[in-house]
């Protein structure tokens, strides 16, 4: 990747810059919606695509791609393994976020990435979602990141407090570290 003084990470430092000052500014701007609409397509099969995105309230205009994700088990677990687990997807939506929080707060802080890699593992006990121990809840049991970070002009030390600041910043790992409110309701 071809870095410049005001590109370190894939990070425009003018636009992340514009951007705290922008929410500084207004602090409503801060707030974003993501949506998704999904259809069962059957057994363990479903199929979403993304909506649009709200900040502050109001639609991101230039926002308009859609994106499908497919989801099913594999067939261990009851499904036709044609495409990833939900349990998959909770491990690429916390992988995805921690590439963001990374390349952001290392071009933040001018740390130059060379490399990150992270292996990452997700348990689950079955027993919760089959209803057959109702002392077992049927979310994980345990994730486990392992990063693989380099850097030309970081220390050890400097990749381990980026780490630290990564866990706390990211809204993903704060999502799944801590309880969050989810409404259900039947149209």
């Not at 590109?7 to 801060?30: C, F, H, K, S, W």
């Not at 979602?129 to 002009?153: C, M, W, Y």
């Not at 780490?163 to 409110?181: G, K, M, Y």
Request: charge should be negative.
């Amino acid at each position: 990747m071809t870095e410049t003084a005001n590109v370190i990470n894939g990070v425009d430092r003018d636009a992340l810059n514009a951007t705290l000052d922008a929410v500084r500014d207004q602090p409503e701007l801060a707030q974003v919606t993501f949506t998704l609409g999904t259809s069962w397509a059957g057994g363990c099969r479903q199929t979403a695509t993304t909506g649009e995105v709200r900040q502050a309230g109001h639609r991101v205009e230039d926002r308009t791609a859609r994106y499908t994700l497919e989801s099913d088990e594999p067939a261990a677990l009851l499904g036709t393994d044609t495409a990833a687990s939900p349990g998959e997807y909770v491990l690429q939506a916390l992988a995805g976020c921690y590439a963001v929080t990374y390349a952001a707060n290392a071009a933040a802080r001018g740390i130059e990435l060379s490399s990150l890699r992270l292996d990452m593992e997700v348990d689950f006990d079955l027993q919760g979602f089959l209803g057959l121990d109702k002392s077992v809840r049927p979310g994980a049991q345990e994730i486990r990141v392992t990063v693989h970070a380099e850097s030309p002009n970081t220390s050890r030390e400097g990749l381990q407090e980026l780490t630290e600041a990564v866990q706390q910043r990211s809204p993903i790992r704060d999502t799944l570290a801590n309880a969050v409110c989810v409404s259900t309701v039947l149209a």
